[in-house]
């Protein structure tokens, strides 16, 4: 039995220091199954208190210890108790399986043991460095995260390392500033080259338009009246007949010479337009174009084909528009 | 139309549709009743310009319709002579081209092929929307584009030169009528130039015209065009509606001199051999501007009349016209700009279009 014992230990306790060394996290509860293959063994009353009391004190630190303790069992214990007696001491007290519990969670924290083992181990002097109970390491972390977590409150958002990289991008911004003013600038100007000249009305009626409006209409109630004079004497007469052409030609000449009589002597000078129209009036030519005896067949070209081709401003200023191409499209 | 190199000349890559496409699948290239070709225009830009002259330009296309391209699109690439050769099939008479070099706009008027180019400094000038957005009551019916606008020249009567060649020019921009046949209702919109001899600007509008019948109190009027119910709460009878006297606005004062008597029919309210007011509401861009510039040629040829003297012979330098042969070229003299030589080379610089300097 007793062998048996010792093999299951010997196979128990790699397992347990593999555990310990790889992860140092793990440790099987103390009521565990036996593993596959063996057989339930007995163990008697010392040996459970001493196993009990290893769960209790176990410290995944003490790795190295619990090798040497191996070889003698029992004098491992008396010494494992006079190593840790100090630190241990509250917690016999306690639950054991508690206390296990808690030291295996504790251990379970190695990272964060870390920070607080060496603030522990310099705080207990008398205990060993970077042995620590669970408590105490928790409020030990807490105290070095409160002090780091006050220290970078910082407003700068480089942070207190960069303050080099801080003015090289200040550089970078108030470049960055000037670039930017100065493309605005050119904006602005070019944006102004772009509205030369043009005028936004602000206010519609100033007298110069009013008077402007005024000639305008004057130019308008002329024509109308025209039109209208022409267009009355000759409703009652029918361009198709032969009678009734002469008759409306001699009218509207008359009408025409007469209404346009007026304006060339006012100051406003709108008779510009009618010219046009007593050009063609006085071709005495049937009112229909195609009738016409020169129709398509006047252009600029042949009208002056004795002369000099180019003769100058003056023929463009006489006639009406006949300076087009003579291609005639119908 | 298809961009094709055909011994270095390129067509020009120009896609026109006219508006009236929808209600005139055709448009006659000469008048009916006077015989005499309709004049046709393009109103186009040479070189960059600005946001605000693009406006410009569209609101001289709508003022030209319909006998123009509404929807013209030019290439940078198109040249003078793209447009040229695009104009001759299709009966285009006139061009209106507008640039822009760092002292101001200008604006050149040219009769095609090779008649006259007058070249004006645009002082001021101000687009369609601004004017509407001066107004209380921007008018703008819908119809108002079919007919071609009426042309108003005063102040014009000096007589000198160029003078003449301008009014000449205008006039032959825009289609005659004829009074005989011409119906009062197509008459919608009038283009006033004004000569100022003292400053020698001239002052570009362009109105709208609208009649009113005259002798009609205000509220029947108002009733009758506006269809809307009025408000007869304080009225005892409908008899005061109809005879009540309203006030006068001031403008009635001004209709008593612009009262013609229509000889059709026009519209609703208008009757015939009743007394209607004309009146009129600007549309339209304005503009002043400035001859400055008389060439005997299309942007080209010998100058007739400059109005800053000669100080040498600057101008956009374009291509050479067809068969203009006076031979006086137009060299920069400041050296900014960059000449166009279409004589067949095949590649042409897209930034030939250089800056035009007339000072």
């Known amino acids: 039995m007793a062998e048996e014992m010792q093999l299951q230990e010997s196979r128990g306790l790699p397992r347990k220091r593999k555990f310990a060394k790889k992860q140092g996290h793990k440790k099987k509860p103390k009521t565990m199954p036996p593993p596959h293959g063996q057989k339930k063994v007995k163990i008697d009353k010392k040996m459970k208190k001493l196993?009990?009391?290893?769960?209790?004190?176990?410290?995944?630190?003490?790795?190295?210890?619990?090798?040497?303790?191996?070889?003698?069992?029992?004098?491992?214990?008396?010494?494992?108790n006079g190593e840790e007696i100090d630190s241990e001491e509250p917690s016999e007290g306690e639950d054991n399986a508690e206390g296990g519990?808690?030291?295996?969670?504790?251990?379970?924290?190695?990272?964060?043991?870390?920070?607080?083992?060496?603030?522990?181990?310099?705080?207990d002097g008398v205990v060993q460095p970077g042995i620590m109970k669970f408590t105490e390491g928790v409020r030990a972390f807490k105290l070095a995260f409160k002090n780091i977590i006050n220290k970078s409150v910082s407003e700068d958002s480089l942070g207190p390392i960069l303050s080099g990289h801080k003015k090289l991008i200040a550089d970078k911004l108030a470049e960055e500033e000037a670039e930017r003013e100065t493309k605005g600038e050119a904006k602005k100007e070019k944006q102004k080259l772009a509205e030369k000249g043009h005028v936004k009305p602000a206010?519609?009626?100033?007298?110069?338009?009013?008077?402007?409006?005024s000639v305008a209409t004057k130019g308008v109630v002329k024509l109308f009246n025209a039109v209208n004079k022409a267009q009355t004497a000759q409703k009652g007469l029918d361009p198709s007949r032969n009678k009734d052409a002469k008759e409306i030609k001699k009218r509207t000449k008359a009408a025409f010479f007469s209404e346009l009589g007026k304006p060339s002597f006012t100051a406003t000078g709108t008779s510009a337009k009618a010219n046009a129209l007593t050009n063609k009036v006085e071709d005495e030519q049937p009112a229909w174009a195609p009738l016409q005896d020169n129709y398509m067949l006047t252009s600029s070209k042949l009208k002056n084909w004795d002369k000099m081709p180019d003769k100058g401003v003056s023929d463009d200023v006489g006639r009406a528009s006949e300076d087009s191409d003579s291609s005639d499209e119908d | 139309m298809r961009k094709k190199k055909h011994g270095g000349f390129r067509r020009p890559f120009v896609v026109k549709t006219n508006t009236n496409t929808k209600q005139q699948p055709h448009l006659s290239s000469v008048d009916p009743i006077t015989g005499k070709k309709i004049p046709k225009s393009f109103v186009f830009s040479r070189g960059k310009i600005p946001g605000p002259l693009k406006q410009l330009q569209m609101d001289l296309r709508k003022l030209m319709l319909p006998y123009t391209a509404l929807n013209l699109k030019e290439k940078r690439r198109n040249n003078l002579k793209d447009f040229l050769n695009v104009a001759g099939p299709m009966g285009v008479t006139h061009f209106l081209i507008l640039s822009k070099t760092a002292t101001s706009p200008y604006l050149r008027v040219a009769t095609t092929p090779q008649g006259p180019t007058l070249t004006f400094k645009i002082h001021e000038y101000s687009s369609a929307a601004d004017v509407a957005k001066s107004q209380l009551h921007p008018r703008c019916p819908k119809d108002l584009f079919t007919n071609s606008a009426l042309v108003v020249l005063s102040g014009f009567v000096s007589g000198d030169l160029p003078l003449q060649l301008t009014t000449s020019m205008f006039q032959n921009i825009f289609p005659t009528i004829d009074v005989k046949t011409v119906k009062l209702s197509s008459c919608q919109r009038i283009v006033l130039l004004n000569y100022n001899k003292d400053t020698k600007e001239i002052d570009f509008r362009h109105y709208s015209i609208r009649l009113q019948p005259v002798g009609v109190s205000r509220r029947i009027r108002k009733f009758v065009q506006n269809h809307q119910v009025p408000d007869l709460r304080n009225l005892q009878d409908v008899s005061d509606f109809v005879t009540k006297a309203g006030y006068g606005s001031e403008s009635e004062a001004d209709e008593e001199a612009a009262t013609v008597t229509l000889s059709s029919d026009i519209g609703r309210v208008n009757r015939a051999s009743m007394k209607s007011a004309v009146k009129l509401q600007?549309?339209?861009?304005?503009?002043?501007?400035?001859?400055?510039?008389?060439?005997?040629?299309?942007?080209?040829?010998?100058?007739?009349?400059?109005?800053?003297?000669?100080?040498g012979e600057k101008g956009k330098s374009d291509d050479e016209n067809d068969g203009d042969s006076e031979g006086s070229e137009d060299q920069d003299q400041d050296g900014n700009g960059s000449e166009d030589d279409e004589d067949g080379e095949g590649e042409d610089d897209e930034d030939g279009e250089g800056d035009e300097e007339l000072d």
């Open chain 2, 282 to 311: 600007e549309i339209g861009p304005r503009m002043t501007l400035q001859l400055v510039k008389v060439e005997k040629g299309l942007c080209s040829g010998e100058v007739l009349f400059s109005e800053f003297g000669k100080p």
């Open chain 1, 203 to 213: 206010n519609y009626l100033v007298p110069h338009e009013k008077f402007l409006l």
């Open chain 1, 101 to 123: 519990r808690k030291r295996w969670n504790k251990n379970a924290t190695d990272g964060h043991n870390e920070f607080s083992e060496d603030e522990g181990g310099e705080e």
């Open chain 1, 51 to 80: 196993f009990r009391k290893r769960a209790r004190e176990y410290n995944s630190d003490d790795d190295e210890d619990e090798e040497e303790n191996e070889a003698t069992v029992p004098t491992t214990t008396n010494k494992h």
